[in-house]
């Protein structure tokens, strides 16, 4: 597979499906305890942790919106990643006001998990676990 590059990157829509595709990616949040995910280090989108066993909370929804947007639409969703490289501690996701989680929150250690948040309302978000 050939690399985009600056004369024939990947365009959404131009047929270029032999191409990666190629994001700005900005350096994960470390964590090593449990923390509250400010709204940029949340659209940010990567955390990784190693340390002692934790939660990592999910910023409350007016926080986020003031962040992202406060006129986001409904259904509007963005991808996050916890990425656990301790191999003792598993940390937990958990909720600021205004979001509720559907799944499993918790993340073994040496893994990894994929959430995804969705707009659900006026001030209301869900964090869906997809793997």
């Given at each position: 597979m050939a690399l985009p590059n600056g004369a024939g990157?990947?365009?959404i829509g131009d047929g270029n499906v032999g191409e990666a595709q190629l994001f700005v990616q900005g350096a994960p949040?470390?964590?090593?305890?449990?923390?509250?995910?400010?709204?940029?280090?949340?659209?940010?989108?990567?955390?990784?942790f190693n340390g002692t066993a934790g939660?990592?909370?999910?910023?409350?929804?007016?926080?986020?919106?003031?962040?992202?947007?406060?006129?986001?639409?409904?259904?509007?969703?963005?991808?996050?990643y916890i990425v656990n490289t301790d191999a003792a501690d598993?940390?937990?996701?958990?909720?600021?006001t205004g979001w509720t989680i559907v799944g499993a929150a918790a993340v073994a250690?040496?893994?990894?998990?994929?959430?995804?948040?969705?707009?659900?309302?006026?001030?209301?978000?869900t964090a869906y676990r997809i793997s």
């Open positions: 990157g990947y365009q949040t470390a964590l090593t305890a449990g923390a509250t995910a400010t709204a940029a280090q949340l659209s940010n989108g990567l955390f990784t939660n990592l909370q999910l910023p409350t929804v007016a926080d986020l919106e003031a962040d992202i947007s406060s006129a986001s639409k409904v259904n509007s969703a963005f991808d996050f598993a940390i937990t996701l958990t909720v600021g250690l040496s893994t990894s998990a994929h959430f995804r948040a969705r707009k659900t309302g006026d001030g209301t978000w």
